[in-house]
């Protein structure tokens, strides 16, 4: 009686693990199986989203003076919008902050700012 219930609770216990290494898979794994499941989502973004997407990205990278390089230029290609700080002026060295984002799910491709 008393080797059953040892082995009783070792199978429960073995059980519990097992049930709790499951439920703490990998994010990647859980989001990888979710986003199999669902079909794609073309959200069709215009210039203007874009440019406003950009400019958030641009102040959490670079911060508030990469605002200096406004307005934001905005050039379409087949899938992606390129969105870049105007010029600087004549005399002033550096770059400007440039972004790629795809214009039909707003996944980033790309950012970068010029030295």
């Not at 080797?3 to 609770?9: D, K, R, Y």
């Not at 874009?50 to 087949?78: C, H, M, S």
């Amino acid at each position: 009686m008393k080797t059953t219930l040892v082995i009783f609770m070792f199978l429960t216990s073995a059980a519990l693990i097992a049930i709790a290494l499951t439920a703490c898979e990998s994010p990647s794994r859980v989001a990888d199986s979710t986003a199999i499941a669902q079909p794609p989502i073309n959200i069709n973004l215009d210039e203007s989203s874009a440019a406003q997407i950009a400019e958030i990205i641009f102040v959490r990278a670079y911060g508030e003076q990469v605002l200096n390089e406004k307005p934001w230029q905005v050039t379409k290609t087949d899938h992606v919008y390129v969105i870049e700080g105007s010029p600087l002026p004549e005399g002033y060295q550096g770059g400007v902050a440039s972004l790629q984002i795809n214009r039909d799910n707003a996944e980033v491709i790309a950012i970068s700012h010029g030295q």
